[in-house]
């Protein structure tokens, strides 16, 4: 019964190392993606107005130089909630972005910012900002409780 499923393993194995992840080259092992990244330091600043205004800031705190690897045009991304987690605005949403890969290079102290507006309509209470680094290298989300009066 092992002989027979032999060869049936032995292809699968070999189509699974043939089709995994290869490292980039130039580099002797594969970097993981991150849940954040102790190199980029962010920040979120929520401003409450006639508009919201929602602002992502990440600098580069490491002695060297950052590669920020994004799968798309869509680098940054930003959500209104409400309390009880549905969607009430979402950056994005009705926007095109690029299918190409692109990456970012932040040197030491550089930093990316990337700011939107909101117009609540007729929106009163307690509502949750996501905002979000799209990077597949280095990963960021946030989530900060503000008031509409």
Same mark, same amino acid.
């Given at each position: 019964m092992?002989?027979?499923?032999a060869?049936? #393993?032995? =292809?699968?194995?070999? /189509?699974?190392?043939?089709?995994?992840?290869?490292? +980039?080259? &130039?580099? %002797? @092992?594969?970097?993981?993606?991150?849940?954040?990244?102790?190199?980029?330091?962010?920040d979120?600043?929520?401003a409450v107005?006639?508009?919201?205004?929602?602002? #992502?800031? =990440?600098?580069?705190? /490491?002695?060297?130089?950052?590669?920020?690897?994004? +799968?798309? &045009?869509? %680098? @940054?991304?930003?959500?209104?909630?409400?309390?009880?987690?549905?969607?009430?605005?979402?950056?994005?949403?009705?926007?095109?972005?690029?299918?190409?890969?692109?990456?970012? =290079?932040?040197?030491?102290?550089?930093?990316?910012?990337?700011?939107?507006?909101w117009?609540?309509?007729?929106?009163?209470?307690?509502?949750?900002?996501?905002?979000?680094?799209?990077?597949?290298?280095?990963?960021?989300?946030?989530?900060?409780?503000?008031?509409?009066?």
């Amino acid at each position: 019964m092992l002989l027979k499923l032999a060869p049936s #393993l032995l =292809v699968a194995a070999l /189509a699974t190392y043939a089709c995994g992840p290869r490292p +980039p080259v &130039g580099e %002797t @092992h594969a970097r993981k993606p991150q849940s954040g990244s102790r190199s980029l330091v962010s920040d979120v600043n929520v401003a409450v107005g006639q508009e919201v205004v929602l602002a #992502l800031h =990440v600098r580069n705190e /490491a002695a060297k130089k950052v590669e920020v690897a994004f +799968p798309s &045009g869509l %680098t @940054h991304d930003f959500e209104v909630q409400d309390s009880v987690g549905r969607v009430m605005w979402r950056w994005s949403e009705g926007r095109l972005f690029t299918q190409a890969m692109q990456n970012r =290079v932040l040197e030491q102290d550089e930093s990316l910012s990337y700011e939107a507006d909101w117009t609540p309509r007729d929106l009163h209470g307690e509502f949750v900002a996501v905002v979000t680094l799209k990077s597949s290298s280095h990963p960021i989300e946030h989530r900060t409780k503000f008031t509409l009066p």
